[in-house]
């Protein structure tokens, strides 16, 4: 299984938090029925966040439909908020409140961002079924098996989902503990 996937390979529209040309890219790909995508999904933006414009997050979805009944659908009704500019807000509320994914919460969270309602659920969401099934063959292809799966700039990355060790992968500690920017060496 190949231990490396470049972001750029991907042709359909990214998902991306922080500053788009950044030096260090983390892609995640993720399931939004996924207790482990939840509690990444804070360390995740607090990367970012606290990473002086070094890194970016790309997320990606890798819904396991077999043990996640509502993940394909939650997948869905989040890129229906791409138009509408709210994927990010729409990506926090679902991993907040993902024991309730039902097709009536969808399209209340789908609404309460912006979103047409609509297009959250049932047939009109399946419009937005190719970029979830390129990421999920993306996923695949990459050698993902669970998820969260993560990779900086494009290495299979196997630590701990912790603020302390992704900084460490990114090379990041060290710029913020001097409080300036700049990648590890």
């Not at 996640?68 to 009704?77: G, I």
């Not at 509408?84 to 097709?103: P, S, T, Y």
């Not at 290495?155 to 990648?183: D, F, H, I, M, V």
Request: hydrophobic letters at 40%.
């Amino acid at each position: 299984m190949p231990a490396s996937q470049d972001p750029e390979d991907h042709e359909i529209v990214e998902h991306v938090r922080g500053e788009i040309d950044a030096p260090v890219t983390v892609l995640e790909y993720g399931d939004y029925e996924c207790p482990y995508c939840a509690g990444a999904a804070p360390v995740l933006r607090q990367l970012v966040d606290e990473s002086n414009g070094l890194v970016r997050l790309v997320f990606r979805n890798l819904p396991l439909f077999e043990v996640h009944p509502h993940a394909l659908p939650a997948a869905l009704a989040a890129e229906s908020t791409v138009e509408a500019g709210v994927f990010w807000k729409m990506h926090e509320i679902l991993f907040a409140r993902q024991n309730q994914l039902e097709d009536r919460n969808l399209r209340a969270y789908a609404e309460s961002v912006g979103s047409d309602p609509e297009l959250a659920v049932g047939p009109a969401s399946e419009r937005f079924a190719p970029k979830v099934r390129s990421d999920y063959e993306a996923a695949i292809s990459a050698g993902a098996q669970g998820t969260p799966t993560l990779f900086v700039n494009g290495e299979l990355y196997a630590g701990r989902l912790e603020l302390p060790a992704l900084q460490r992968a990114t090379g990041t500690s060290r710029a913020r503990r001097r409080g300036r920017p700049g990648l590890r060496r």
